[in-house]
């Protein structure tokens, strides 16, 4: 929530808190009668009704960010296998849940499950590991161009039989010369 600093100040006819809660700046200011009695407590009662309305004017905001709110209910639940999290602290949890397309908590097993209604979809992973983003464990991204530039590409339907791969062959090694490689795949 932030700092809560209250500031009481009683000055000739009136009286001012200030109060700073986060990032809210609160002024309470209370006019005060003067008074014909001439002993300089009666001016502090009311800077002190001041710095309590600031005091109970904090605590209202202090409340406010108070809830009993339960989670909301998951799609999806993902339990049974390491969740690797891959956030700074590069924890393991234990569970998962989803709302429409997004993930709302990461956790153990018994935080997720109160999250479980109905409605919700339970997946046990079976000691499959969860990991975070769209991952492709085999890629060969800069010499997948460089493929179609150097081999054959003798899949379908380029190669429709084996005399299809042996005419494209014998047509490569005309081109590449006597004791160079013809590299293709299919």
Not at 78 to 88: K, R
Request: proline share 5%; charged share 15%; net charge negative.
């Amino acid at each position: 929530m932030g700092t809560v600093r209250v500031q009481s100040v009683s000055t000739g006819t009136e009286s001012k808190a200030n109060m700073t809660v986060g990032n809210v700046y609160l002024t309470f200011l209370t006019r005060i009668q003067p008074k014909r009695c001439a002993a300089p407590q009666v001016r502090a009662f009311p800077a002190i009704g001041a710095a309590l309305a600031a005091c109970a004017a904090a605590a209202c905001f202090v409340l406010a960010g108070c809830t009993t709110e339960s989670p909301p209910e998951a799609d999806l639940v993902l339990t049974g296998g390491p969740v690797i999290t891959l956030d700074a602290g590069s924890r393991v949890a234990e569970a998962v849940a989803v709302v429409g397309d997004r993930v709302v908590a990461v956790g153990t097993v018994a935080e997720i499950e109160a999250m479980v209604g109905p409605g919700t979809e339970r997946v046990d992973l079976a000691g499959r590991a969860v990991t975070p983003g769209l991952i492709d464990a085999h890629v060969h991204f800069a010499s997948g161009g460089a493929n179609r530039l150097y081999n054959l590409d003798m899949s379908y339907p380029n190669v429709e039989n084996i005399a299809d791969v042996q005419r494209m062959v014998g047509e490569q090694a005309a081109l590449v010369g006597e004791g160079e490689w013809v590299r293709g795949g299919g």
